[in-house]
């Protein structure tokens, strides 16, 4: 006759490949769940199952608020500066720009001969306004060597991760987000001009735009110094500083539209109805504005800007991505009915194995029982 013990270690052995199965499949479940809700907010960004937070504007709806009364009632509050950036990795001691690039910048520059320029000081000096009369240009071009000299007074914390980026458009994407959260203004891309007046937009304290069929874009951005969206975004990115192979990737979700997008988001879940932001100090934020730049026939008109040709980032991956931008709701369809399918073929995988129930073990494993 057997121990009970030798019966308990024959039990315990075929219950063992069961047990191992459903912390297999527990495991796997877990790993499904975190991965359609990262899924869902990753699909969030471009609008697919609600709009955009913040207030949604048109250009013309600016001018007309703007040019209803005549002056405006309303204080402006973001400084009549205009940012644009120029590195040329090429040859970084000529800062001449290509004839496309400087013909969209003298635009702005005709356009709004009054507003002025903010010359830094090294840190901790007063800083001081400059007229465009003097002999400083309408709009500052930044250039790589005073760009990393603003990061390197200012913001030294973030010395180290601004070299290390991997993309040297990274290092622009970045530029503007400091340079918003230290001087406030306009940034406009170099591939961007100006149709109109800037001054109707001084009266929105922070503001992207929106191509209104996706993510937003950090193409144009502009608003007051020191806003809580410019500090969430400066602060941000070494958190969102993720290797995520592709060159495409890496540069959307860590610097570029993509991140835009998801600290866009983010403020607004940190915004109550009081207009207090959780973590900042002051009161009276509102919802953050997204001016409509859709480049597509029969959409609202332009305004203030123009185009022209860019394409300074592109990379081997761009098309694909391109197609994927033209297929997402098709692509996140498909990938929730994949989670899907994995769900239920889990799920039979347990019934099925606890619908075996117990089997009766052999009479010769069992050994005698005493009577």
Not at 20 to 44: D, H, Q, W, Y
Not at 51 to 62: D, S, V
Not at 282 to 290: D, F, I, Q, T, V
Not at 334 to 344: D, M, T
Request: proline fraction near 6%; charged fraction near 20%.
């Amino acid at each position: 006759m057997k121990s009970p013990l030798v019966f308990l270690g024959v039990v315990g052995t075929h219950l063992r490949p069961r047990r191992t199965l459903v912390i297999i499949l527990i495991t796997l479940l877990g790993v499904l769940i975190f991965s359609f809700s990262r899924l869902v907010a990753f699909a969030n960004l471009f609008q697919l199952f609600r709009p955009h937070a913040g207030t949604r504007i048109t250009q013309l709806e600016i001018a007309l608020e703007h040019n209803t009364t005549t002056p405006d009632p309303r204080t402006p509050v973001v400084p009549k500066i205009i940012h644009q950036i120029f590195h040329n990795w090429k040859d970084p001691r000529d800062n001449t720009l290509p004839a496309h690039w400087q013909a969209a910048r003298d635009t702005c520059i005709k356009l709004n001969p009054d507003w002025e320029i903010k010359v830094r000081r090294p840190s901790g000096a007063k800083q001081k306004m400059r007229s465009a009369a003097d002999a400083f240009p309408a709009i500052k071009l930044w250039t790589l060597e005073d760009s990393r000299t603003f990061i390197e007074d200012e913001y030294p914390w973030f010395l180290e991760t601004y070299d290390s980026y991997k993309f040297p458009i990274q290092r622009i994407d970045v530029l503007r987000y400091f340079m918003l959260r230290y001087y406030g203004g306009i940034y406009l891309d170099l591939d961007n001009g100006c149709a109109e007046k800037l001054d109707a937009l001084t009266y929105i304290p922070a503001f992207t735009t929106d191509g209104d069929r996706g993510t937003l874009s950090n193409n144009i951005m502009g608003g007051q110094p020191d806003h809580p969206y410019w500090h969430l975004l400066t602060e941000n990115l070494i958190p969102y500083k993720w290797n995520w192979i592709l060159p495409y990737v890496i540069i959307s979700y860590q610097s570029g539209q993509w991140f835009v997008t998801a600290i866009w988001e983010k403020y607004h879940s940190l915004l109550s109805s009081d207009g207090i932001v959780d973590g900042f100090d002051g009161n009276g934020y509102e919802p953050l504005h997204r001016v409509l730049m859709d480049g597509r026939p029969d959409t609202d008109p332009w305004v203030f800007f123009t185009q022209t040709r860019g394409g300074t980032w592109s990379n081997w991956d761009s098309n694909l991505f391109n197609w994927i931008g033209e297929h997402i709701v098709m692509i996140i369809l498909g990938l929730f009915v994949l989670v899907g399918l994995a769900f239920w073929g889990c799920t039979v995988c347990i019934r099925r194995r606890n619908s075996r129930g117990y089997q009766a073990l052999p009479r010769a494993e069992m050994g005698e029982v005493a009577p």
